[in-house]
């Protein structure tokens, strides 16, 4: 029952392999390989935007705030630093 492909919407194809026929070689100018076909899923149209859970909302929103203090503690940083530099220059 492990390899029921029932429910999965799978489909098997054939690739062509390289082997020559039985019959004799491979006929020239004729590729050995072919590419299987490509299939491209679309794009859902516009999904209704949904109203996020309380708790996850909250949490986007704590570590917003903290990328955002994070950035402004890399701006004093490297004014400092170069604070620095300019008040003690290297020899």
Do not use: F
């Not at 999965?8 to 004729?30: I, L, W």
């Not at 794009?43 to 903290?66: F, V």
């Amino acid at each position: 029952m492990a390899n029921h492909p029932r429910g999965r919407g799978r489909t098997v194809r054939a690739v062509p392999s390289n082997r020559p026929p039985a019959g004799g070689g491979m006929e020239p100018g004729v590729p050995s390989y072919t590419e299987p076909e490509v299939r491209r899923w679309p794009h859902p149209i516009e999904e209704t935007p949904r109203t996020p859970e309380p708790s996850l909302h909250y949490i986007r929103c704590a570590l917003s705030y903290q990328n955002q203090l994070l950035a402004d503690i890399k701006v004093l940083l490297e004014q400092l630093a170069a604070n620095a530099e300019d008040a003690h220059p290297a020899s």
